[in-house]
């Protein structure tokens, strides 16, 4: 019964760690990547479809991103999406390729994202919290109804806090790392 708490909400750290890991890619650095132009949809006879559905995604340097559509139509209708974006990037189109040069980010830039990542990193700590929180409730209600003796549920909770510090260090981590990504110049 411990042993089921226990697992259950690792697997819900782990998918909060995870979803910060999404998050924490989606925000900009000065390098380019393809997964950046992941959440950006275009309109694809009809349907908003994301680019990667409809254009082959690759890089041509460092701070260049190439987008190669594979129906010549939509060229137009890609570039629109990537420029309409919340990115702040600029396409341009050569022949039947649109490049996407990363702008190098100023240092005020710099400092708003890593304010973003640390309130990102912030909130994957509070869920972390919430679900430490709500396996050790679950251990009490065991507790109250006499399925589990007060030693085991003590012993559950440590573990219980032992697992959360584990994953918020994680956190920790990631958020180090992108912060000394952000400020890389």
Not at 16 to 29: Q, V, Y
Not at 117 to 134: L, P, T, Y
């Amino acid at each position: 019964m411990i042993a089921e708490i226990k697992k259950s909400a690792e697997q819900k750290m782990q998918k909060s760690l995870e979803a910060l890991k999404l998050d924490l890619g989606k925000i900009r650095t000065g390098r380019a990547h393809t997964g950046l132009l992941d959440h950006v949809t275009v309109d694809y006879y009809g349907n908003p479809t994301a680019i990667n559905q409809v254009a082959n995604i690759s890089l041509a340097d460092a701070r260049t991103i190439t987008v190669a559509p594979w129906e010549k139509k939509m060229l137009g209708a890609i570039e629109k999406a990537i420029r309409n974006s919340d990115l702040g990037l600029n396409p341009t189109t050569v022949g039947e390729l649109i490049r996407v040069p990363m702008p190098p980010l100023t240092e005020e830039r710099r400092r708003d994202l890593t304010k973003v990542v640390k309130h990102e990193g912030e909130a994957a700590r509070v869920a972390m919290r919430n679900i430490r929180r709500d396996a050790n409730a679950h251990l009490k209600d065991l507790l109250k109804e006499k399925k589990i003796a007060e030693d085991e549920e003590r012993k559950g909770q440590e573990d219980i806090q032992k697992l959360t510090d584990r994953y918020i260090a994680d956190i920790d981590k990631l958020l180090q790392a992108k912060e000394a990504e952000l400020m890389a110049v």
